[in-house]
């Protein structure tokens, strides 16, 4: 496995620090952040969402770009997957 690297600062400084909810939870030796892995299926669904967002309630790309911590670039590349493959919306 990799050597995990902190979100926050990207140090390598990083330490097991027990289980959350069944996730490893590891600790930030410089910057002191505690963090889990990230769940792969959960950013499958967030990337969706803010797809949505950008076509259904009309939101920027910058806007979404500040609420994920993705460049608008690679939001783009995310969504011109989307538009290739013809998504279908249901109401809420």
Same mark, same amino acid.
């Given at each position: 496995m990799p /050597?995990?690297?902190c979100w926050a600062c990207g140090s390598l400084d990083v330490i097991r620090w027990g289980f959350q909810s069944g996730k490893q939870r590891f600790l930030c030796k410089n910057c002191g952040t505690y963090f889990?892995?990230?769940?792969?299926g959960v950013s499958a669904s967030n990337r969706f969402i803010w797809f949505r967002n950008l076509f259904l309630? /009309?939101?920027?790309?910058?806007?979404?770009s500040a609420e994920g911590g993705y460049s608008v670039r690679t939001?783009?590349? $995310?969504?011109?997957? $989307?538009?290739?493959?013809?998504?279908?919306?249901s109401k809420p």
């Open positions: /050597k995990k690297s889990t892995r990230i769940n792969k309630q /009309k939101q920027t790309q910058e806007i979404i939001l783009k590349r $995310y969504f011109d997957g $989307y538009l290739s493959s013809n998504p279908r919306f």
